[in-house]
C-alpha cells in the first residue's frame, strides 16, 4: 500500500512539474527564458535517500517511461536519466548518509546534470541548436533557481509525508 502511496505522490508531482512549465514561460525581447521544473527527479532521489533505492528505481523507471510518453519527443531519455540519477544519489548518499546540506548540494546538482544530459542527446540528435552561453544564461541559471525554490517548498512537506505514512503503514493496532 505504501508503494501506491509513493506512487500517487510521483504523478502528482509530475503533473505539477508539467503545469509550473507551462505557467511560468518569460521573454526578454527575443529571447525565452525558460524555467524546467524537476519536481519528479527530486522526490526520486529522496525517496533514495529517506526510503529504498529499489523502490527509487522502480519509480525512476514508471514515471521516467510517463515522462518520455508524454512529451514523447525522444523515448528512454529521461528512463535512463533517473535511473542514472537515482544510482549515482544512491552510491553518494552511503558516504553522506542524510545530510541537509549535502542533499540539498546533491539534488541541485542533479538538476543541473539532468538538464546538461538532456541538451547533449537533443544536439547529438540534431533537435536542436545548441549554444553554451545562451544554454547557460536563458535556461540553467533560471532552471537552478525555480528548482531550489521549489526544493525548498517541497521538502519538508515530502518529509512529512513519509513519516506520516512511516507511522501509519508501519505501527500495530492493539
Given at each position: 500500500?505504501?508503494?501506491?502511496y509513493?506512487?500517487?505522490?510521483?504523478?502528482?508531482?509530475?503533473y505539477?512539474?508539467?503545469?509550473?512549465?507551462?505557467i511560468?514561460?518569460m521573454?526578454?525581447?527575443?529571447?525565452?527564458?525558460?524555467f524546467?521544473p524537476h519536481?519528479?527527479?527530486?522526490?526520486?532521489?529522496?525517496i533514495c535517500?529517506?526510503?529504498?533505492?529499489?523502490v527509487?528505481?522502480i519509480?525512476?523507471?514508471v514515471?521516467g517511461?510517463?515522462?518520455?510518453?508524454y512529451?514523447?519527443?525522444f523515448?528512454?531519455?529521461?528512463l535512463?536519466g533517473?535511473?542514472?540519477?537515482v544510482?549515482?544519489?544512491?552510491?553518494?548518499f552511503?558516504?553522506?548518509?542524510?545530510?541537509?546540506?549535502?542533499l540539498?548540494?546533491v539534488v541541485?546538482?542533479?538538476?543541473?546534470?539532468l538538464?546538461i544530459?538532456?541538451?547533449?542527446?537533443?544536439?547529438?540528435?540534431?533537435?536542436?541548436?545548441?549554444n553554451?552561453?545562451?544554454f547557460v544564461?536563458?535556461?540553467?541559471?533560471?532552471?537552478l533557481g525555480l528548482?531550489f525554490?521549489?526544493?525548498i517548498?517541497?521538502?519538508?512537506?515530502?518529509?512529512k509525508?513519509?513519516r506520516?505514512?512511516?507511522?501509519?503503514?508501519?505501527?500495530k493496532?492493539p
Open positions: 500500500m505504501r508503494a501506491l509513493y506512487f500517487l505522490i510521483g504523478i502528482v508531482l509530475f505539477i512539474d508539467t503545469a509550473i512549465g507551462l511560468i514561460p521573454q526578454i525581447g527575443t529571447k525565452d527564458i525558460i524546467v519536481l519528479t527527479l527530486m522526490y526520486l532521489l529522496i535517500v529517506y526510503r529504498s533505492f529499489g527509487a528505481i519509480l525512476s523507471t514515471l517511461l510517463i515522462t518520455d510518453l512529451f514523447g519527443s523515448y528512454g531519455l529521461y535512463f533517473y535511473i542514472l540519477f544510482v549515482i544519489q544512491d552510491f553518494f552511503k558516504t553522506f548518509y542524510r545530510d541537509y546540506t549535502m540539498f548540494f541541485l546538482l542533479s538538476t543541473i546534470f538538464e544530459y538532456v541538451a547533449i542527446i537533443y544536439s547529438v540528435l540534431g533537435l536542436i541548436a545548441f553554451l552561453f545562451e544564461l536563458y535556461r540553467l541559471i533560471p532552471t528548482n525554490i521549489l526544493l517548498i517541497f521538502y519538508p512537506i515530502i518529509i509525508f513519509f506520516k505514512v512511516q507511522l501509519k503503514i508501519d505501527s493496532k
